[in-house]
């Protein structure tokens, strides 16, 4: 596939899934029913935190792509990551407050350094590495949300869980196609 045909897919793609997640942030802004036991509560909890990391990572990540990236397809990409990510963020910042759990908006402490490590390159070699992380990234949140859909009973965890899963797979495939 070109250089167009690609973009164009990205494009396509994205419109798609940041419509999901925005149909997703309304429903949950506008209130879905709320049950949770105690020990499913603290699960529920860990995995807001753990998700709200790990997508403020995405969006970190995404952002100096945008500036540091030479292959437009990766450019592309990476707006789309900072689109989609920041929708997610907010949505999952409603979640997280609808059941009283405070989240950060910084990456954990690992992914911070490895941020550090990526913003230090420049060019081809940029280009490559951030093509790498959001592979193995998206792949690591998807078992995140993977091991979340297992464990956790919660109604409106669960529907963010089922919305997202979907797109954090298509984004590690998106990714898998840019050219690395």
């Known amino acids: 596939m070109n250089e167009r045909g690609i973009l164009s897919t990205i494009r396509k793609r994205g419109r798609a899934v940041t419509g999901a997640v925005r149909a997703y942030a309304c429903a949950l802004i506008l209130g879905a029913t709320h049950a949770a036991a105690a020990g499913t509560a603290d699960a529920g909890a860990t995995f807001l935190q753990k998700a709200a990391e790990a997508n403020a990572a995405e969006i970190k990540t995404s952002q ?19 689109d989609e990510h920041t929708a997610n963020e907010h949505a999952l910042e409603s979640l997280a407050k609808k059941h009283k759990v405070t989240v950060g908006d910084d990456p954990d402490p690992a992914r911070q350094i490895r941020i550090g490590t990526l913003q230090k390159l420049k060019g081809p070699a940029f280009d490559h590495a951030y093509v790498k992380t959001m592979i193995e990234d998206h792949a690591a949140a998807a078992g995140l949300f993977e091991d979340a859909a297992r464990a956790i009973d ?5 529907q963010f869980v089922d919305a997202t899963l979907p797109v954090l797979r298509e984004h590690a495939e998106a990714a898998k196609a840019l050219p690395h």
């Open 64 to 82: 100096a792509a945008q500036t540091r990236a030479v292959d437009p397809a990766v450019k592309a990409f990476a707006d789309r990551m900072v």
């Open 154 to 158: 919660d109604a409106e965890i669960r």
